[in-house]
């Protein structure tokens, strides 16, 4: 994958020290990496970036909102995201990415593409299950929740089938609570 330009730090020419670097996020990145669950997305990422004599120290962080739509009801809503990752650079003989906290870059390099960082800590930050916050509170008007309503079961039902059991079986469940 050819890295994004604007996502890659040359950090041969800069002091040692701290450097803080602003990146404004949309759909454009996204499609870069054929990520298609946003349907919009206006999201900053701050990096803090320090370079020392042996390694380089990143913090990330990523702030805003994305437009995604209901899990439950398709409904799109903005999800506010938040989220924050370290990761240390360090110099060796060749490139390993194995740990998750630690990046071994070969000792000629001369830059660093901090693209695929970006977009795992965004994709990170989501929620497993996406619910429209109207749905939480019960503001949401849907024809789809009206007809998951209708669908659902009722007290009722679930009290008449307690009530089929057959009692021989409650004597059996005596024996479980005896002990």
């Known amino acids: 994958m050819k890295p994004l330009k604007e996502f890659t730090i040359p950090f041969v020419g800069l002091k040692e020290g701290k450097h803080h670097f602003d990146f404004n996020i ?3 990145f996204f499609e870069y990496f ?3 669950d946003f349907n919009s997305s206006n999201l900053k990422v701050d990096v803090e970036f320090v370079k020392k004599s ?4 990143l913090h990330f962080e990523v702030s805003g909102t994305v437009n995604v739509n209901c899990d439950v009801t398709n409904e799109p809503y903005d999800q506010s995201l938040q989220n924050e990752f370290d990761l240390v650079v360090k110099f060796g003989d060749e490139y390993n990415d ?15 593409s901090i693209q695929q960082y970006v977009y795992e800590l965004i994709v ?5 299950k996406r619910i429209h916050p ?3 509170d019960g503001t949401l008007d849907s024809d789809i929740l009206e007809r998951l309503e209708e669908l659902s079961p009722k007290e009722k039902d679930i009290k008449e089938d307690q009530e089929e059991t057959d009692p021989r079986w409650n004597t059996l469940k005596k024996l479980l609570t005896d002990k």
């Not at 071994?104 to 830059?111: D, N, Q, T």
């Open 98 to 112: 194995e740990n998750i906290d630690i990046l071994i870059i070969s000792h000629g390099e001369y830059e660093i």
């Open 124 to 128: 990170l930050a989501m929620p497993t």
């Open 54 to 57: 042996t390694l380089l120290e």
């Open 26 to 28: 949309d759909n454009k």
């Open 134 to 136: 109207g749905i939480e």
């Open 34 to 36: 054929e990520y298609e």
